[in-house]
């Protein structure tokens, strides 16, 4: 359910006669509370970012803790928001339960792709200890749930949330800020308390409380001591969940309560008008939920008059879009695949872009890499027909549905441009729309790629989207509606067990690239046939030579179509990929080398001070036309591998670790700019 608590504070010392809390939860419409969670997201209300990222740094810590994988529980899940993002954190089972199906409908629906299968995930009833039966988790928590239950029953409600947790495990409260006795405190929602979970806890557990982490709420980790005391701790951050050092008393705890009690007593001369409070509170409550329901009706108006509005579009769009790589043989996919395997399974996962909407092209293979390995919800579309109205709607849909109040368009077609228009147009400001060019101005000899960049820009200039930037660095030069900070493409995540083996030696190299100008696929090849540690080189294009001319020496083999689990496997089994091309921008098979540990040879990339990092001194070269220069890097790069493969890994280590970390901040920069 979780709700960030409401600031204004109305109260009195007893709760109405019936609340109806229990009921009221369970006939709200999920995609109702979902559409009123998004609307205050796009308020810029903090508190949301917040519980995630403590949440998940709490989950990481525990995981690290235990060396193994997880199982977490939410009492409370709701329609989802929380499932959204650590359903798919690499080593943890997420499960959640909720009182009323109507609620979770939503998550029902469009379940994470860690929440499979659904029905050993997701768990509705009336009582958790009945429907969860002999499952037990390593850590139970609540966001804005248990303020919802009369005070007079938080310590059967922590009990049982107890008996879910595993001896070692933890329970973690995100609820109202710490207060020394419970009161009630508004008729919102048909009941909040302010609850004292200090005095709540049953004995035999220690309380670690948190009070800086969250503008609207307070944080109590629960642990048991052993014994039947009941013990205080300041908790000083999600790493120090377990740290004593910073003992408290519960009179001390009482203290520290003081100024949210006298918040609330603040109100109490109003709080007296009892009744008309309720009214008040309700008036409120209903004014906010016809307010969503009429802009969903609205919005379901507006995406039925699409199919009016593509026709006048596609009669003065751009042209359509070209493939500019060889697709794979494959059954017909459908024109919008969303959350497809293909781009989540390998991507990172970060609580503040776990909300952002990428959207893509099916058949342009290195962009949806890219866009597949950043954190957040997946949607791809086709490149190879103009897509329906049908699915248009489908699209947007999909985008209103999942709260994403951020959707990020990786470069551009015909169909990007139609569907964010129906963007615009269905969801109005209530969506931030952003692009982003994976392109470089030296390919704008190609007409279509000016053209399209063009109206890219000229979208940014008319206001219909909010922000445009590049992976090339310096394209705000071209035009002034760009952004100046270049974007980094982020690596796959992968499991340490697909990366190279330490010191493992094929005297093989990969050339995983087109035969073109541009990837100059023939200086590669010819500088490996010279660099005295390559034994063999595999490649991915078709190529040919002059028979009278003796230039490849060494075996070549042609690859055939490899799905990406399928190169990964076999990437990791050679030492070193080339991609020197002529005109780049992050090229994604050098960042795949790079999550695998296996080193790619690449030409300047123009990132800044990442270009100072020891790698990237490594591995990258200038003079890409040479063959000399080319295979001179090839030696240098085999004979660090030889020499002292330790070195090689932990150089590696460190870059991806930074590169990561950069490109998610830039990232989060871009999109709050």
Known sequence: MSEPIIPSVTSSSEPPPEPGSLHYWKSLDGSVYQEMSRTRMGQGNRAYGQQEQFLTALIQAEQRRLGRPLDVLEFGCGFGRHASYLAGLEGVRYHGFDMSEPMVAPLRQAPPAGMSPLDERLFVGDDPLTTLGSRRFDLVFTVSVLIHNPSDSISRVMENLGRLVRPEGLMCLVENQLVPFGVWENARHQGCWLQSFAEAMAPGWDLHHG????????IYV????????????????????????????????????????SKWASGAAHALQHAATSVEDRVHELQERLQVETERTQRRQRLFALAEDLAEL????????????????????????????????????????AGVLHV??????????????????KLAITAERPLSTEELRQAVEFCANSSSP????????????????ALRKALKRSVRILGVWHGSSAQFHYPHEYETFASLVELRARGIINGVACVKPDMHLVSSHISP???????????ARMMRPLGARSDAALIPTPNDWRKNFHTNLYACMAAPRVGQVYVTAQFSQPESLELVSKPVHRLKSMGRGELFQFMR?????????????????????????VPC??????????????????????RVDQVGAVRDAIERVLELQESSPQKLREMMDSYEARLCSEAIQRYEDFIHS
């Open 573 to 597: 089994k050679v030492d070193v990929v080339l991609n020197a091309s002529l005109s780049e921008c992050q090229p994604m098979t050098a960042l795949e080398g790079l999550a695998l540990r």
């Open 222 to 261: 629960l642990k048991r001591n052993g014994d039947e005391a009941r013990r205080y701790f300041k908790l000083r951050g999600p790493e120090q969940a377990r740290d004593e050092s910073q003992p408290l008393t519960l009179e001390a705890l009482k203290l520290q309560g003081l100024p949210r009690l």
């Open 601 to 622: 040879i690449t030409g300047p990339l123009g990132l800044g001070a990442l270009d100072e990092h020891p790698f990237q001194q490594l591995t990258q070269i200038a």
């Open 360 to 377: 893509f092209h099916q058949q342009w293979y290195g962009i949806r890499a890219a866009a597949g390995y950043s954190p957040g919800r």
């Open 485 to 495: 900070k270049t974007l980094l493409n982020l690596p796959p995540r992968v499991d």
């Open 406 to 421: 951020v959707v990020v368009i990786h470069s551009f077609s015909a169909n990007a441009h139609a569907l964010i228009l």
């Open 211 to 218: 009070a800086q982490f969250i503008d609207t709420h307070d």
């Open 314 to 353: 596609r009669n003065r769009s751009v042209k359509p879009p070209r493939v500019s790589e060889p697709a794979p043989a494959q059954a017909p996919q459908p024109g919008v695949l969303f959350n497809a395997p293909l781009d989540i399974t390998w991507a990172h996962h970060a609580p503040s872009l």
